[in-house]
């Protein structure tokens, strides 16, 4: 019962990142505005790095292949988006309670990364 409520737990938590990486690789010109500013380049290439991370970071952990090294990359990515797009928008008053809500959430997905990361390092033991 353990390894069912494990797995399931797993894919629960990896493959909505699947499909975040999906919207990303196909709203890509729609999400580069989001982007912020001090970001070189154009948005367009950091929506499309982001929806790979995304899918890359989703099977790792769904098919426990450099889960440890996906989950990492996943909470990296997380802790970025809360530094760079959330707690900027807290103080503005059309999107603050959104950025607040984005910005738990999202801290709340990189404990979840946090938490696969050391899972993977204790199956490998």
């Known amino acids: ?6 797995m399931g737990g797993r894919v629960l938590f990896a493959l ?3 499909v975040f ?9 729609q999400l580069a505005g989001l982007v912020p500013a001090l970001f070189p380049g154009p948005g367009v290439f950091w929506v499309y790095l982001t ?3 995304f899918l890359l970071t989703s ?6 292949k450099y889960q440890r090294e996906g989950s990492l990359l996943l909470a990296v990515q997380l802790l970025v988006f809360i530094v760079t797009v959330w707690l900027p928008q807290i103080g503005n008053t059309e ?4 950025a ?4 738990l959430k ?3 997905l990189l404990g979840g990364a946090l938490t696969f990361a050391k899972l993977a390092r204790e199956e490998k033991k």
């Open 1 to 6: 019962m353990q390894k069912i409520t494990l």
């Open 16 to 18: 909505p990142f699947g």
């Open 21 to 29: 990486g999906i919207f990303h690789l196909l709203s890509a010109g």
């Open 51 to 53: 929806g790979v991370i």
């Open 59 to 64: 099977a790792s952990i769904i098919f426990k």
């Open 95 to 98: 999107t603050g309670q959104l």
């Open 100 to 103: 607040i809500v984005n910005l």
């Open 106 to 108: 999202d801290t709340a």
